[in-house]
């Protein structure tokens, strides 16, 4: 199933390719194929399965661990815990110093202490 026409040059970059590509199919967890399908991969000759294969002894270990660990360190209940979550209260000033809030130049909000600040804010002097 090879192509018409493969260099030596481009035969020996094929291999190593090949061989780059086993490596990243290893890494998860896929079986590696024959430098033959990979050339037929590479042209397009034929169809590869796209379907994503776990290795079972892999998936039973991780599985095994998993379970071990939530043996070890078991959930919290939910009805053990009896908290109040509400909402909190935004705080609000209730004190007499500030008279208010005031917008100056170029939308700046500024505290207003007193009557004569209001004043000249609202005829935007300083």
Known sequence: MKPKKITKKKLVQLKSDHVEHNKWLASFGQPKIT????????????????????????VSQISQAAEKHREQYPSLKLDIINSNCDRRESPKYTGTLIKGISTMHKSNAVPVLSKDEMISHASMRR
């Open 35 to 58: 430098l033959e399908q990979f050339i037929a991969q590479v042209y397009g000759l034929n169809k590869v399965s796209t379907e994503f294969r776990p290795r079972t002894e892999k």
